[in-house]
């Protein structure tokens, strides 16, 4: 299954016609191929690619190694594609089309520490009628003494964000090869800058599908 790394830009729209479409611009690519793993050597079939150079120093030994065994010099991000074979030692944005449909996956933004009204959409407490301190507070969280303990998974306040979420079925609307831009119909997860993978979608049969 084809894909690349690439980082966020941001938001923005373009005009098709007479309709403004809202785009988010992916920086994807080049991103060098580090190693090819065969069913024979490694029990699968998947291609390592890195992306975004980043200093020598930084890194450490083995992975070092791991880079220049394969040519290339120092990457930030390691990420692998299964089934997926490409052709040469670097994939481009130019493997994927206009109007084709592909998977993004970022990092969520991070919220911090939540209350459970603006984590999970509780409705809080009565704002009314002697309610004192109670407005956005979470209400009862456990049983009585069957079974003595609040359940795992409980919807609590708590961290929110940081998270891996991946959003299907994204339109490719534009692809500037010689600028390595993807410009993607909607929003994808993450902060301007962040990491974004994005794949051939699993769900839908690509219309521009090479």
């Given amino acids: 299954m084809k894909g690349i790394l690439g980082t966020k830009v941001g938001m923005t729209q373009i005009w098709k016609g007479d309709r403004a479409i809202p785009v988010t611009v992916v920086l994807a690519g080049p991103c060098p191929v580090v190693q090819r793993k065969t069913a024979a050597t490694d029990g699968y079939e998947a291609v390592q690619v ?17 880079l220049k065994k394969a040519g290339v010099s120092g990457v930030r991000y390691l990420r692998e594609f299964r089934n997926f074979t490409p052709q040469g030692d670097s994939i481009n ?33 009565p704002a009314s009628h002697g309610a004192k301190k109670w407005h956005r507070r979470p209400g009862s969280i456990g049983q009585r003494k069957t079974p003595g303990r609040v359940y795992k998974g409980k919807r609590m306040s708590g961290h929110w964000g940081v998270e891996r979420v991946t959003v299907q079925n994204l339109e490719v609307i534009e692809v500037r090869a010689s600028e390595n831009l993807i410009l993607i119909k909607g929003a994808i997860p993450g902060m301007t800058g962040g990491l974004v993978v994005l794949r051939q979608a699993v769900k839908v049969k690509s219309k521009g599908a090479k």
């Fill in 50 to 66: 890195g992306f975004m150079p980043k200093v020598e120093k930084r890194i450490n030994k083995p992975q070092m190694g791991h």
């Fill in 93 to 125: 944005v130019d493997i994927f089309a206009e109007g084709e449909i592909i998977d993004a996956t970022g990092t969520s933004k991070g919220r911090g520490h939540q209350g459970v009204m603006r984590r999970w959409n509780f409705k809080g407490g």
